[in-house]
Antibody, heavy 116, light 108 residues
Framework: QVQLQESGSGLVKPSETLSLTCSVSSASFSNYFWNWIRQPPGKGLEWIGYLSYSGSTNYNPSLRGRVSISGDTSHTRFSLTLSSVTAADTAVYYC??????????WGQGTLVTVSS | DIVLTQSPDTLSLSPGEGATLSCRASRRITSRSLAWYQQRPGQAPRLLISGASSRATGIPDRFSGGGSGTDFTLTIDRLAPEDSAIYYCHQLGHSPQTFGQGTTVEIK
């Protein structure tokens, strides 16, 4: 059974860089998109971007060039970096696997708080 | 960006009743790129419907999706207490991907 697990720092200072990793078990990277999605406390879902099975990336323009998603060559994990964070970046961050039709596997989510 | 507007914001229904949730897109999207999720408190979203009408693995047939173009629906038959959750629609066909604001379903 495919499982995703987020890990990384839960507390980041303003203006610093948020870094998270998603570990992928029992899944092939092929034919899927590997996404980061976030949810501020008490609010809705926001797509951050994805790394495709071919290695290309696609990001939400709302993040104004602060975001980068990369994968390792073993295809067992992929990572998110978000620079120059502010309090508005405080959220639960999810990694998720998707096709063109939906995101079928999600991690449990990890809360990242931006605070000094 | 494509804006997805869900209605109503909240539904309060009794067990056994049926629910119809709406998702309207600000412009036409392909049916194959519209999904619905259920999110219970403290949990990650769970895929219910992909491609507008295909139930995900393990989803009861009480859940069904339909629609095309700009108007999509999620129907839940015979509501059960465990259906109490927030339901989101999601379009993956146009970048950036976007989500609706969610419909809260409360079971009385």
């Amino acid at each position: 059974q495919v499982q995703l697990q987020e890990s990384g720092s839960g507390l980041v200072k303003p203006s610093e860089t948020l870094s998270l990793t998603c570990s992928v078990s029992s899944a092939s990277f092929s034919n899927y998109f590997w996404n980061w999605i976030r949810q501020p406390p008490g609010k809705g879902l926001e797509w951050i971007g994805y790394l495709s099975y071919s290695g290309s990336t696609n990001y939400n323009p709302s993040l104004r060039g602060r975001v980068s998603i990369s994968g390792d060559t073993s295809h067992t994990r992929f990572s998110l970096t978000l620079s120059s964070v502010t309090a508005a970046d405080t959220a639960v961050y999810y990694c998720a696997r998707s096709t063109f039709s939906g995101a079928d596997v999600w991690g449990q989510g990890t809360l990242v708080t931006v605070s000094s | 960006d494509i804006v997805l507007t869900q209605s109503p914001d909240t539904l309060s229904l009794s067990p056994g009743e049926g629910a119809t949730l709406s998702c309207r897109a600000s412009r036409r999207i392909t049916s194959r790129s519209l999904a619905w999720y259920q999110q219970r408190p403290g949990q990650a979203p769970r895929l219910l419907i992909s491609g507008a009408s295909s139930r995900a693995t393990g989803i009861p047939d009480r859940f069904s999706g339909g629609g095309s173009g700009t108007d999509f629906t999620l129907t839940i038959d015979r509501l059960a207490p465990e259906d109490s959750a927030i339901y989101y629609c999601h379009q993956l066909g146009h970048s950036p991907q976007t989500f609706g604001q969610g419909t809260t379903v409360e079971i009385k």
